[in-house]
């Protein structure tokens, strides 16, 4: 049997496994993600494209798909803590440099490629307490990735909604992506804070 034969009986046979880790990965998103969700709109509100927002989720998006694979087949493996003290130390570095920079710049790509490697190590942490063992690993950790893309694409979705009033006003910036960018940068400072302080 070749691999796709082999990949579509497997598929076939996971059953309620596909849609039940589809529902896991979207909610670990939206709603239950708020680290990620913030993450997400800081790179929203200082991008100006369609397209360019794209090429940082597709980054993102393989980034994070890397690591989570890589940690739950056991090759790649961080303390909890740190990977919890990363994303908060992402989240707050991109939302800050929302208020000095008004356009992307060249290494904005790199943070968030780095980042997507640190938030599929969080990602790993959540799958890895409802993970399935034997022939339903994989759909399993497919359909969870798939939800966490769909998520993804409804956190912005509903952001662009939220702002498409405003979003070519000239005071768009100032009145809504820089104070949004602030509230999300002392998000994350908090977080790294929890993060690191003694139980």
């Known amino acids: 049997m070749n691999r796709i034969a082999l990949l579509i009986l497997i598929f076939a046979s996971a ?30 509100f200082l991008t100006k494209k369609a397209g360019d927002l794209l090429i940082q989720l597709t980054l993102f998006t393989l980034a994070h798909s890397l690591t989570l694979g890589l ?38 790509s790199w943070m968030v490629f780095g980042s997507g490697l640190v938030h599929g190590l969080g990602f790993a942490h959540s799958f ?32 662009w909604l ?16 820089k104070p949004a960018s602030c509230l999300i940068a002392l998000s994350g400072i908090y977080w790294v804070v929890q993060a690191v302080a003694p139980a």
């Open 162 to 177: 939220l702002t498409a009033a405003w979003r070519n006003d000239e005071k768009y910036r100032r009145i809504i992506a």
């Open 71 to 108: 940690s739950l087949y056991g090759i790649l493996a961080l303390p909890e803590i740190f990977v919890e003290t990363a994303i908060a130390l992402s989240i707050s570095y991109v939302a800050l440099e929302n208020l000095w920079k008004d356009s992307l710049s060249s290494g904005r």
């Open 15 to 44: 059953g309620a496994i596909i849609p039940a880790y589809f529902a896991s990965g979207f909610r670990h998103i939206f709603p239950e993600g708020p680290d990620h969700i913030l993450f997400l709109l800081a790179l929203f």
């Open 128 to 159: 890895s307490h409802f993970r399935p063992d034997g022939k339903d690993f994989i759909p399993a950790i497919f359909s969870f990735n798939v939800g966490i893309e769909f998520g993804q694409i409804a956190v912005i979705g509903v952001a």
